[in-house]
């Protein structure tokens, strides 16, 4: 089986269970033996590993990381592809994965430390913010090349985005290869880029103490990501009116009161800040606005 390529492998299981993959699911499946191999070594995975993977589809990296990981806990939602990778599991006695038949945006993720995953494109924002709300090592995860691009998008470049920010203070984004649409069936319409996150995280001690130290602790964070939801869904605004246009982001009051409020700012700084247009203000700018406006506003 392991000789034969993979595109064959992964057409004879769809043939045999006659599935018509399901576009709306993001079910492109990777048919390039030489990418999934790249992604599985990117993981260094050990047998101490617990591995998430969302959206195991068939299980071409699935069989792959079972072999090398302590245990796998596989998300798909698609019960029929569920109940083929089940029975693939079964056939081939791989017997330390988890297999959850679920929404990955619904379930609370068991314990893990690594994430790898070749995942549905359709739910990459709203993933990857649940992923920021978990500890882990080190994330594989394979996107659309332009979502991709974004996730280290730069301060006032078109690539800032909500999704920037908030990774900026959480993790180091790494863009590790591209995989053309090639590389797939079918065959989706946009190219791919797998990337590697590695979580700055205080806590981290011994071998994994060389990984940056993040400058923001956990109710600073909280705010900030607040704060960041509020700007952005507006960022072509100047923050003054991008918070008064979100204000039930951060604050309970209406919108005269909120607007009063701001208004009685005299500081220059917060001033500057607010008059200039959301995709220019820096990270650590707004972690500095959201630590000004959060006592002010509320
Ligand atoms: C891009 S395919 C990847 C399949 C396989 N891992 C591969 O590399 O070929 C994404 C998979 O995620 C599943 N999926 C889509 N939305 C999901 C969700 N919300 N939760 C869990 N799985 C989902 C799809 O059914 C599909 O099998």
């Known amino acids: 089986m392991d000789k034969q390529s993979l595109a064959k492998t992964t057409k004879d299981i769809l043939n045999k269970y006659n599935i018509k993959l399901n576009k709306n699911l993001g079910q492109n499946y990777l048919i390039d033996r030489n990418k999934r191999d790249q992604i599985i070594d990117f993981g260094n995975i050990t047998k101490e590993d617990i591995v998430l993977e969302i959206g195991p589809g068939i299980g071409t990296l699935t069989c792959e990381l079972a072999s090398k990981a302590k245990k796998v806990i596989a998300i798909e939602q698609d019960p029929t592809i569920f109940d083929i990778l089940k029975e693939r599991l079964e056939n081939e006695n791989i017997t330390n994965v988890e297999l959850i038949n679920d929404d990955a945006l619904n379930v609370d993720f068991p314990e893990f430390n690594k994430i790898i995953s070749n995942l549905p494109y359709q739910i990459s924002s709203p993933i990857t913010f649940k992923f920021l709300e978990y500890d882990f090592d080190t994330a594989i995860l394979m996107y659309q090349k332009e979502f991709a691009n974004r996730m280290k998008g730069k301060v006032g470049t078109k690539d800032y985005s909500r999704l920037s920010a908030m990774l900026y203070f959480k993790c180091e984004v790494e863009l590790l290869t591209n995989v053309s649409a090639e590389s797939f069936i079918p065959k989706p319409k946009v190219d791919s880029t797998v990337i590697k996150l590695s979580p700055k995280i205080p806590e981290f001690k011994g071998e994994l103490s060389n990984l940056a130290i993040s400058e923001i602790n956990e109710d600073d964070f909280r705010l900030y990501s607040k704060f960041t939801k509020a700007l952005f869904q507006h960022k072509n605004k100047k923050a003054r009116n991008a918070l008064i246009d979100s204000r039930h982001e951060v604050s309970s009051l209406d919108k005269k009161e909120f607007k ?21 203000i820096s990270p650590e700018n707004i972690l500095f606005l959201s630590k000004q406006l959060d006592p002010i506003l509320n």
């Open 260 to 280: 009063n409020k701001l208004n009685s700012i005299t500081s220059t700084k917060i001033n500057d800040l607010l008059s200039e247009r959301v995709l220019k």
